[in-house]
């Protein structure tokens, strides 16, 4: 079956620094990925996707590159705010979505300190 | 227009209740999904609905949990003779049809359920 393995954290971080979080992935075929976002007292929402190998998505300065031969999708900030702080989830559908839903990972908790 | 909305936004209940959870999709999104948040478990998916057409329910944690789609928008998640362990955020999310290109899905805020 699918399955998506990140950093859990809390990853502490100071204002400016450059972020990474890692993401693995294991899934059939062809999955698309995605990073969603969970600010404090805010629901899930979709921060970027790939939908095929090499592709990059970016958002709000966060980048991440679908690599199929290493199967990551880790999520990058040259520079992160104190309002980056947040749970950041990992996530792959296959086909999009369908029966399968989506499966994420158990999310990392970022927090920046000004 | 509007998100996806969830009703109520909190629920807290005494163990054996049956509970309903609500699920209104954003307009002209016809594929509906729900999912639970807990601290044990992170996100898991439950089902998932296209259109009118009848539900995959194999991941439905046990035979407690059944969900419908009325007129294929809004939909409800019942959970019956609750237990603790059901205790957990429901996310509720909606997609323009699954495998079409344009299928990410949006999510609602959640419903808290706190069974006591």
């Known amino acids: 079956g699918n399955s998506v393995t990140q950093m859990e954290g809390p990853v502490t971080l100071s204002e400016e620094a450059f972020l990474t979080i890692n993401c693995t992935y294991t899934?059939?075929?062809?999955?698309?990925l995605f990073w969603y976002v969970q600010y404090p007292g805010e629901g899930l929402q979709l921060l970027l996707k790939?939908?095929?190998?090499?592709d990059k998505g970016s958002n709000k300065g966060f980048e991440a590159t679908y690599r199929k031969e290493t199967t990551s999708f880790h999520l990058e900030k040259g520079s992160v705010q104190v309002s980056d702080s947040a749970v950041y989830f990992c996530a792959l559908t296959n086909s999009g979505g369908g029966a399968d839903g989506l499966t994420f990972g158990k999310g990392t908790h970022l927090i920046i300190q000004p | 227009g509007a998100g996806v909305s969830q009703s109520p936004s909190n629920k807290v209940t005494e163990k054996g209740k049956d509970v309903e959870l609500r699920c209104d999709p954003i307009s002209g999104h016809t594929a509906l999904y729900w999912y639970r948040q807990s601290l044990g478990q992170g996100l898991e998916f439950l089902i998932y609905f296209q259109g009118n057409s009848a539900p995959d329910k194999s991941g439905l944690p046990s035979d407690r949990f059944s969900a419908e789609r009325t007129g294929g928008s809004v939909s409800t998640l019942t959970i019956q003779r609750t237990q603790q362990e059901d205790s957990a955020v429901y996310l509720c999310?909606?997609?323009?049809?699954?495998?079409?290109?344009?299928?990410?899905?949006?999510f609602g805020p959640g419903t808290r359920l706190t069974v006591l």
């Open positions: 790939a939908t095929k190998a090499d």
């Open positions: 999310a909606s997609s323009l049809p699954s495998g079409s290109g344009q299928d990410t899905q949006y």
């Open positions: 899934a059939t075929g062809y999955p698309s």
